[in-house]
């Protein structure tokens, strides 16, 4: 089956700096990658998604690339701000008519003021 | 702003019973998921619904599973013999084509 690792259980780094995190995966590529974010208790909130064909892809301050070569997305948050401490998650859209979902475990960011 | 809705929030059953998680998807959405996330761990897909059946469904999606759209507006969820293991969030979510906005979810407690 799917597996999908995402890079270290939390991420600590300093307002105003970059946060990069890492989802890599195995077996077979999907038709497309999502990045989640979900804080405690809720529900995860879509935030971008990118296609196999496509390299990179912006969303203000975020940006998420593609290499199905080395099966791995790069999520970047740029000017981090402490509001952007959550869990961050990727899901892989796969199957037959790509709307079934495997989800990585997360990655907890902690922006520090 | 349109949100998936589900209840109730918390449901708690006794192991053996039937429940039912109810979720009302927003209202152009095409296609329909139900997730479960056991506390402190990852998101699982159980199954993704579209034009009135099930279109994929997850090796935890068994007999015990069912889905149903008994109405334009309300999506289910049935669980016919709850086990202990069955305790977890569960997420309803919903999309036009590919970007899925999910529901707050039911918190199931199986005693």
């Known amino acids: 089956s799917q597996k999908i690792e995402q890079n270290s259980e939390a991420l600590n780094i300093q307002e105003g700096k970059t946060a990069t995190l890492t989802c890599n995966y195995t077996?077979?590529?999907?038709?497309?990658l999502q990045w989640y974010r979900q804080d405690p208790g809720r529900g995860p909130v879509f935030l971008l998604l990118?296609?196999?064909?496509?390299k990179e892809k912006r969303k203000e301050r975020l940006k998420v690339t593609f290499d199905t070569t080395l099966k791995q997305s790069l999520f970047h948050i740029t000017a981090s701000q402490p509001a952007d401490s959550a869990t961050y998650l990727c899901?892989?859209?796969?199957?037959?008519?790509?709307?079934?979902?495997?989800f990585g475990s997360g990655t907890k960011l902690n922006v520090k003021p | 702003e349109p949100e998936v809705t589900q209840t109730p929030s918390h449901q708690v059953t006794q192991m053996g019973q039937e429940v039912i998680l109810r979720c009302v998807p927003i209202?152009?959405?095409?296609?329909f998921y139900w997730y479960r996330q056991i506390l402190g761990q990852k998101v699982e897909f159980l199954v993704s619904?579209?034009?009135?059946?099930?279109?994929?469904k997850s090796e935890i999606f068994d007999d015990q599973f069912s889905v149903e759209r008994p109405d334009g507006s309300n999506f289910t969820l049935k669980i016919r013999s709850t086990k202990l293991e069955d305790s977890a969030m569960y997420f309803c979510?919903?999309?036009?084509?590919?970007?899925?906005?999910f529901g707050p979810g039911t918190r199931l407690t199986v005693l």
């Open positions: 979510a919903s999309s036009e084509r590919d970007e899925q906005f």
């Open positions: 077996n077979y590529s999907p038709a497309y």
């Open positions: 990118i296609r196999e064909n496509e």
């Open positions: 899901a892989l859209g796969v199957g037959l008519n790509f709307n079934k979902f495997y």
């Open positions: 209202s152009n959405h095409l296609y």
């Open positions: 619904f579209y034009n009135n059946e099930i279109s994929e």
